[in-house]
DNA sequence: TGTGTTATATCTTATATAAGTTATATGTTA
DNA sequence: TAACATATAACTTATATAAGATATAACACA
């Protein structure tokens, strides 16, 4: 009998996936800080540095880490550069590429309806931040995004910090409150505009929408965010790739 | 001055993924065979096994190839059981699976669009298969498909051959010209139904509908395919996933 | 400004053991 | 003998460790 045989058993470098995810989970390692080399985790764990290299590259390939040759090994953060449009699918047609202006709208305090709530793991009627915004590229609207997020995990959030917070929207979560998005779930409809998003779009009602659904998760597959997103796709697509 | 210092410099195990793939291209090894032992491609390229194992690992993560413990590595064919939904992201929404019927409308040739022509690195002119079809979920059609395809790629393909194979569409590809599907890009938009969609679909003209348009690629990223779906979207999500 | 040092990840090879699959040999039983 | 079960062997991929060479980056220092 060896412990191969335990019905729970996990190789050794999954095990070591889950210790790092739980030093994530912890905030041990914030996004954007370098974690320990593959030499001092090897000795932290007590295994060897390939085992901790194979953890590390399925995290790389999750996009959760970020590997650097010659630098170290970093936590993927919102606040990097090239992941302004890592969750942001709508683009130009003509292939420019192009970051929308968000426009706020509200920031209200709300009891969960029962479609996000279930889906965010919170009892229907649990407290959560509602956030409404318009997306524009070149000063035209073309996304309105309806955000809800557990109240109790985004203490104090306001109006003015998101108003005030330069970058996107994932990169304020990631620094004022400490959560990282690092995947999402999205369902895709066609729908008519109502009345609401006819205006801010400025589109007729009627006019084919996209409804994108999505729930976002942090750390250990905890969802954290519900967002919907009406979008007017003319001269835009949701762009996907597949294999 | 060493190899490394070289400019078009690229690491053993990436050089094997090449020689891999163009195995593949060249047909030596068809979808569903069982690729050589590590050990008998390590000796075939005179590397090492971990590093054969590594080209090996980033094919399987591209769902290239496909890796059976004890059996062996097998090149990923879209007969298998599971490869049905692989490239099928409209799903219902209460969570069912439901694999949807076929009903074949038409197939002829045609003189490629520019649309599609230029996406598939042909000649505006050049000549084509367009087939179009109609995808039925619990007897009630949500998606009209027109798929292009180069008919010098495809010599001989009509009707009765696609009517008569049992499998999917990819499949049918695969195991009657040899061609084999492992990447897609889709570009999706909400528009309003034409009156042939309308019909099909049993939709009012003006219902919003999902418009996915897509190229797909076979070995050596090499487009092959275009194809148009309009998909009614009530009861019905496309479903996505990003990290 | 440049040059060497150091620390990092990356690449490559080698070896050993574990675990899953299949075919074959060897029994056992009717 | 024939049918069936079991053990064994030979193959596969999977896991884990070790070691050395190389590429990249940051920094100290002359």
Redesign the interface.
Known sequence: MNIHSSPSFRPLYDQIKILITQSLIAGEWRPGDAIPSEIDLAARFKVSQGTVRKAIDELA???ILIRRQGKGTFVASHSQERAST??L?IAR?DGVAEYPTSKLLSVTRERAPEASASLLDLRTGASIFCIKRLLSFEGAPRIFDEIHVPAAAFKGLDDAMIRNYPGSLYSFFESHFGIAM???????????AGPIEAELLHVPQ?Q???RV?RVAFTYGDRPVEWRRGL?H?ER????????
């Open positions: 390939a999750e996009n890592r969750f699918r047609d690092i995947r999402a779930e999205e369902h895709i409809k066609a729908v008519k009627g084919p929408l996209l659904d979008c796709t835009f697509s949701y762009v996907t790739e597949m294999s």
